[in-house]
């Protein structure tokens, strides 16, 4: 029996970049697999196209993630030489939703967000609301003592109320990488490998601020005990939970955000949610544990959250012709619904 870890080669060869937040979800379970203290010769990489087609020895899968449906590559059922174990899955689509046995056998579901939670449950599954695993990223123990932002995938709408004082610190940033899809495969996943640990070794070893749009910015910079504003035009209901440690705020609210926030303490829930995980991946997940995880995120104020046009848009696209996607949301959109100053200091 191995132990599986998902990798994103394939989609960024299709897509011609990648989003470091996928990968920051694997460098989650690699936290996850330290704690159990699994050793690196058990752990296999299991390329996301491929986890409906795998053949070989029996591999124990975390699942965690964004599963779009895509009909050339569909993900789910997994093969039947992989055990999947949901610790953080946003899954919502109708063609992978159908498989009803394959869902009630690998029950209980860990679900990243209330909309996959919902529609699970709906399907008559075992789902608890666990956040992301991203929560589990270190905290630091020191303060940079230069301040410094990182505006991350900002909409420039938001910058207009930044004050004068962060933004002299101010540096632009963006998830989305572009990569050479006409190198080797395997160059391809150890440039995603590096340049996303790149990243995030940069925010945990420099940013005093993080101001951000994106999920996997906001949560695991949080985890590691840095300041994080979320701004957003606005936030589907992946963004939901999030509620429960930093406010979302969107443009009805840029002139009252708090540009001086404190760190968020989460090492309390990183405890519980690094327990759940462990008993997920160990087959004997607590119940009543589960249930204190899912009932302390559910019990927030919450937000009226929707999907907009665009982004619906895209995911319909994305389902059946990914390429296009990719080029309308990087090429097209991209530049007029984040600064298009990405990458450079103001």
Not at 114 to 132: D, F, H, I, Q, V
């Amino acid at each position: 029996m191995k132990w599986g870890r998902i990798t994103f080669a394939n989609r960024a060869i299709e897509r011609s970049f990648f989003n470091a937040g996928d990968t920051a979800q694997v460098f989650a379970v690699d936290i996850i697999y330290k704690e159990m203290q699994i050793h690196q010769d058990d752990i296999i990489n299991i390329p996301i196209d491929e986890i409906r087609t795998y053949h070989g020895e029996k591999v124990i899968l975390p699942i965690a993630g964004y599963f779009q449906y895509e009909s050339r590559n569909p993900v789910f059922p997994a093969s039947d030489d992989i055990i999947p174990v949901f610790l953080s899955l946003h899954c919502t689509a109708r063609q992978y939703l159908k498989h009803k046995n394959f869902w009630k056998e690998f029950e209980p579901i860990g679900c990243r967000d209330e909309s996959t939670m919902l529609a699970m449950r709906k399907n008559g599954c075992e789902a608890y609301l666990l956040g992301c695993i991203t929560s589990l990223f270190p905290r630091r123990a020191f303060v940079p003592d230069t301040p410094h932002a990182f505006l991350v995938d900002v909409h420039p709408k938001a910058v207009h109320y930044i004050p004068e004082d962060i933004m002299q610190s101010a540096e632009y940033a963006t998830q989305d990488i572009p990569i050479d899809k006409n190198l080797p495969r395997q160059e391809i996943a150890d440039i995603i490998q590096e340049k996303t640990k790149n990243i995030y070794a940069r925010y945990y070893n420099e940013a005093t601020l993080i101001i951000t749009s994106r999920l996997h910015v906001a949560v695991p910079c949080m985890a590691m005990g840095i300041p994080v504003i979320v701004v957003k035009d606005g936030f589907d209901k992946r963004f939901g939970w999030l509620e429960k440690f930093l406010p979302l705020y969107t443009p009805d609210q840029y002139d009252a955000v708090n540009w001086n926030p404190e760190p968020v303490e989460l090492e309390e829930h990183k405890e519980r949610l690094l327990h759940n995980a462990v008993s997920l991946l160990n087959r004997n997940a607590c119940k009543h544990d589960l249930e204190y995880l899912h009932h302390f995120l559910m019990d927030r104020t919450k937000k009226e959250l929707h999907t907009s046009f665009l982004v619906s848009g895209y995911q319909w696209l994305a389902q059946y012709s990914p390429q296009l996607a990719a080029f309308i949301r990087y090429k097209v959109l991209k530049p007029f619904s984040i600064s298009a100053r990405t990458d450079c200091k103001k």
